[in-house]
C-alpha cells in the first residue's frame, strides 16, 4: 500500500554530500538518475543529477502543504519535477483514506496520480468537468465516489509542485514578502476605485477584436460577430479582489464584506468579476463551485486556479455603491497555498471557441494584464500563513444542498412520528406503511444515493480526533454523514439506539427487508434460546472493543479488521467488489431470512457502541401494561422479532430497534390479549386464552 520514504538515506546526517546510493523512489521517479546531491537548506528538495547534469528535484508534498483527506490526515506524495517544471513521477507515501483501503481498492487512487506525470506545473488541470471546451486546460477524470480525495490530491499535488517551481527553477517568480496592509482605507466611489486601478476595467469592442486577430481565420471572426450584437460591447469586465479592505468594504459595505470573509480563510483571495459585455465570461452549463472554461488566470506563464465560490447562490448581490448595470457577476477563489501573489501581474484571458472546420474545434485566447498599485502593500514577512485545513467542506455542502435539504425533512419526519408514535400506532395498516415507505427511503437515498451509512470507522475517527486535537473540518466534508452522526447523537439521549439503527441504518433496512421477504415466502425462523441469545449479544460488544483499541495502535489494521462491517461492500460499493467480500455480505442477508436482522443482534460494533451510549434513554414512550410479562408473553414471543423484550414485558432500549409493532399491538383492540379480552375473563385467566397465539 505504502511505499517507503526516499528520506531514510537522503535526510541522513550526512546531508552535505553527494551521493550515487539512489532509493527505489527516485530511480522510478528519474530513471537516468546517477546521484543525488545534498538536501536544498531553505526547502525540504532534493537535487537529482545525471554525472554533472542537474535533472530536477524530488520532493514530499507535506513538506509544502497540508491539504486534510476524508480519513482526516493528509495525503503524502512524493513528486519529482524537472528543470523545465515537468512532473516526472509521483509516488503515495502514505495516505489513510477510507475508500481506498476497504473500498474501491488502491489502484484507482494510484492511477489517478499517475495522470499528472509528464505534464507541466504551467498546465491548468481541471477534474471532472462537464464543459470540456477550454483548450488551455488540461481534463482529468476523478473518481466515481471518491470526489473529496480526489479534490485533495489534485490540490496536494499542484499547491506543492508550484511552491518547489517557485522557488528553485529558472523562470518561475519566486515568492516575495509584500502582503495587503490591513490598515489602509479610504472612501471612495466606484469611479475613484477604477480610476485608481483598485478595480480593473477590461473593455474591447468587435472591431478592436477582430483586428487583433486579423491574421486568424475567417471563423474565429464569424464567432467573434455572432456572439457580439453591439459592436461597441464585445468584451466589458469589471473585475477587483473584494478581500482587500480598500475594495471590498467600499463596494460591498461592511456587513456584505465581513459575510464574504466568513467564505474565506485566512490567506484566501476573492476575485470578483461581474460582466457588461455581450460575450459571457462563463459558458451556459457553468456548474457552480467548479473551475471556468472560458475564463482563467495565469501568474509569471503559471496557471492560477480560480474556483467560483457560489456566493450568490442564496443571497442577492447587494452594493454600497452605485455601480454600473451588469448581466452576470461571480466571485472566484484562490487559495492560500496556490503560490499567487497579488502585488505581482495578473493575467486574465477570456477563450472563444470556434469551429475552424466541420471536423475540429480551435480557441482563441483574448488577454487583459493588470496590477495592484503598491500603496496596496507592506514589504514586510507574510502575515498569514498557509493554513492547515483545506476548506472544502463549505464547498461541499453547497454541492449537496439538494440532498441536504431532503434529508433533513427526512429527519424531522422522524421526530414526529417517534412524538406521536401512540397515536400513528393506532392505525396499524398506516404504520406498516410508514415503516415499508422509510425503509425504501433509507435504502435508496441515504444508503446508494448520498452515501450515508455511519460505520464504526467514524468513531475510530472522533477518537484519534480528540486525541490529536480535534479539527471539526474533518467531520465536515461530508455533511451528510455529520448531519446524521448530531442527528443520532442527540437522539441516543432521547429514545436511544432504536431511532439509528431501525429507521436510519441503510445495511439494517435491507435487512428488515429481506425480513419481510421471508414473512410473505412463509419462512419458517429460526428462534434463537434466550441463553444463547444472551451470550451471542455480547460479541458485538467485544469487537467493538477490540476494534477502538486497534484503532490506537495501528489505524490502518483497525480498517482492516472494520470489514466486519458489510457495509462498504453493500452499500457503498453496491456489491461490486472482490468475491469474498461480497459472499460475506450476501450470506448476513441471507442469515436474515431465517433469524431476523442477524447481523444487528449479534455481530454490529456500531450498534454496540450507539447502545452503550443509548443504554438509558430519556424518553422510554414505549408504552406498556401491567399485563405485560405477567401473564402476557405475545409481544415477546410473536411480535418483536430482534428479541428486544425481557421476560417481565419491560423493553430492552440496548437492543430495541423501534420498530413500532408492540406498539402497534398494544394500541389495537384486536390485537392486544389485555384488549380482546377484558371484557370477558380476569386478567389471571389471560394465560389460560392462550395469550401466547
Known sequence: MLAPSFYSFAFSPVEAQNTTSISDNIAEIFPSATRIGPVDKKIAVTPVYQLGDLLGYVFE???????????????????????????????????????FLHGLGEPPLFNFVNQYQNHSVKERFIINARDKSAQDATYFDGITRATISVLVVNDTIIASALKVA?????????????????????????????EQKYIQHWQLTRDEALAITESSSAALAKA?????????????????????????????????????????????????????????????????????????????????????????????????LEIPDYNEIKVFRIKSQSGFELNKTLSLSLAVNYNQSFLSKNQYNFSFDSILPEVLFL????????EKAQPLWLKLWIQRSVEII??????????????????????????????FLSLIFVIGFIGFYSQGQLSVVNIYTLLLSLKQGFNIEVFLLDPVIFILWVFVFITLFLWGRGLFCGWLCPFGAMQEVVALIAAKLKIKQIKIKPKYHTAAQKIKYVLLILLVACSFYSLTLAEQLAEVEPFKTSITLNFVRYWPFVLYAVLLLVLSLKIHKFYCRYLCPLGAGLAIIGRYPIFKWIRRREECGSPCQ????????????KPTG?????????????????????????????NKTKPSQIKILNCNQ
Open 61 to 99: 508534498s507535506d513538506d509544502f502543504t497540508n491539504f486534510i483527506g476524508f480519513s482526516g490526515q493528509t495525503i503524502n506524495i512524493l513528486i519529482g519535477i524537472d528543470t523545465q517544471g515537468v512532473i516526472t513521477g509521483l509516488k503515495i507515501l502514505n495516505h489513510h483514506e477510507p475508500i
Open 634 to 645: 405475545l409481544c415477546r414471543n410473536k411480535k418483536c422479532g430482534i428479541d428486544a423484550i
Open 406 to 435: 431532503v434529508l433533513s425533512m427526512y429527519l424531522i419526519a422522524l421526530i414526529i412520528i417517534f412524538i406521536k408514535q401512540e397515536a400513528l400506532a393506532k392505525n396499524a395498516k398506516l404504520t406498516h406503511q410508514v415503516r
Open 650 to 678: 419491560d423493553i430492552d432500549y440496548a437492543e430495541c430497534i423501534q420498530c413500532l409493532e408492540c406498539v402497534v399491538t398494544i394500541e389495537s383492540p384486536k390485537l392486544c390479549v389485555v384488549n380482546k379480552y377484558a
Open 224 to 320: 467573434i460577430n455572432i456572439a457580439s450584437e453591439d459592436t461597441n460591447n464585445f468584451i466589458n469586465l469589471y473585475f477587483g479582489f473584494v478581500n482587500i479592505p480598500i475594495i471590498g468594504k467600499n463596494l460591498l459595505g461592511e456587513t456584505e464584506y465581513q459575510r464574504l470573509l466568513e467564505n474565506l480563510i485566512p490567506g484566501e483571495h476573492a476575485l470578483m468579476v461581474f460582466n457588461r459585455g455581450n460575450y459571457a465570461f462563463v459558458s451556459e452549463d457553468f456548474i457552480p463551485q467548479t473551475v471556468p472554461s472560458r475564463l482563467s488566470a495565469a501568474q509569471a506563464s503559471l496557471p492560477v486556479d480560480i474556483r467560483d465560490v457560489d456566493f450568490y447562490s442564496y443571497f442577492n448581490p447587494r452594493f454600497a
Open 379 to 386: 514589504d514586510q514577512t507574510p502575515l498569514v500563513k498557509p
Open 166 to 194: 517557485r522557488e528553485k527553477l529558472s523562470g518561475f517568480v519566486a515568492p516575495s514578502n509584500f502582503v495587503i496592509n490591513p490598515d489602509y482605507f479610504q472612501k471612495l466611489d466606484f469611479d475613484q476605485l477604477v
